[in-house]
């Protein structure tokens, strides 16, 4: 413990009771925190959080949006709309709310621009503040959950809390380092992906489009405890990742018991579908999966997939019967050795004309 602690100095400075709360204060001494450091963590109220709270941060604040744009050559406005954009709060012009880590960051961010351009970069910031706020909040829901002594409200112990708060947070940059690792596999996964369904130059692909979900699945979310809707839910999406990865596919977006594939082959996009609705581990559990297929020229934007074939294949879902896979009739046209039974025409929200579609679920799969 430092020498120079002053409890007495420390109240004065507004650090409320600090005689009454020595052993969360000695535990920051001890970890190297100034007296100036507890005082700013007090008035945010967050001194039982301090000890983790600096882990996470990107570095100590020193830019304000003025003067990191100073340093970036660029206007305030662009600064800001970047941080907007990467679903961080803007905070007022001289306050300093970035660190040089930060600064460095949103260089990066130019130097993409200066390569693909301006909507292209503005749509990567999109994307990947979507990403890391949808991260940051699984992590915090998991870490919640399994370690609850990081809650006030539970331990009613702050120094208690502290401890159990740093012993988390240290997993903060080992995270990161996960994060660079999966991102470089995924690059190359990626990679792989497009160069089967690209054309041309440029964002239009060909390729297949699938969605499937769990039939009734409103109904069971009201039969199950929270801890039980977890494992269905993280059940569902590794069985879906593992058939989907499994028969060539990528997996677009989860959406709560939905999920988004796409697949550069029809046979492949269909044989991941059949191999969902036919899994064993859905059966055991007692859920039917359902499917809508379609195939055919999309527009592949910032992670996403756009345009006629998307919206059907989603519609067709909806029209499925448990355990039927829907698909439209170009996917049919592609794979007519395929047992499969017309269907319609059907009425499906958002399209003027009746839809023929076909049942590619009839029977057994074709060898």
Avoid at 85 to 103: F, K
Wanted: glycine residues 8%; contains cysteine; hydrophobic residues 45%.
């Amino acid at each position: 413990m430092s020498d120079s602690l002053d409890f007495e100095a420390l109240e004065a400075a507004g650090v409320a009771n600090a005689r009454e709360r020595a052993d969360l204060i000695k535990y920051l001494d001890d970890l190297g925190f100034t007296a100036d450091e507890m005082v700013e963590a007090e008035l945010r109220g967050r001194l039982f959080g301090l000890a983790g709270d600096v882990l996470s941060w990107s570095g100590r604040p020193t830019y304000t949006f003025e003067t990191a744009a100073s340093e970036l050559g660029i206007a305030a406005e662009d600064v800001a709309r970047a941080w907007t954009l990467l679903g961080l709060t803007a905070a007022g012009p001289d306050i300093p709310v970035l660190s040089q880590a930060d600064v460095d960051a949103l260089a990066t961010w130019l130097g993409l621009k200066a390569v693909v351009g301006q909507d292209g970069a503005l749509g990567l910031l999109r994307v990947l503040g979507a990403a890391m706020a949808r991260l940051a909040e699984a992590e915090s829901t998991m870490i919640r959950s399994g370690t609850p002594d990081i809650q006030m409200t539970h331990t009613h112990d702050e120094l208690a809390t502290a401890q159990a708060y740093r012993s988390v947070a240290e997993f903060v940059p080992r995270i990161g380092a996960l994060i660079d690792i999966v991102h470089r596999h995924h690059l190359t996964s990626a990679r792989t992906h497009f160069e089967g369904v690209l054309r041309d130059t440029s964002a239009s692909v060909v390729c297949g489009v699938g969605f499937a979900d769990l039939s009734g699945f409103t109904a069971l979310t009201q039969a199950l405890t929270p801890a039980q809707l977890s494992h269905l839910l993280n059940e569902f999406a590794g069985t879906v990742s593992d058939v989907v990865h499994a028969d060539g596919g990528r997996v677009v977006k989860f959406i709560g018991d939905e999920v988004m594939w796409v697949s550069s082959a029809p046979e492949a996009l269909l044989r991941a579908a059949v191999d969902l609705v036919e899994h064993p581990k859905a059966r055991e559990e007692g859920l039917q999966v359902r499917a809508g297929l379609a195939f055919g020229t999309v527009v592949a934007i910032n992670g996403d997939y756009f345009g006629n074939p998307v919206n059907l294949a989603a519609r067709l879902v909806a029209a499925a019967a448990p355990e039927q896979v829907l698909a439209t009739s170009e996917l049919h046209d592609e794979l007519p050795d395929w047992p499969a039974v017309a269907q319609g025409p059907l009425t499906l929200k958002g399209f003027a004309e009746p839809v023929i579609a076909f049942d590619l679920h009839p029977g057994t799969l074709p060898s």
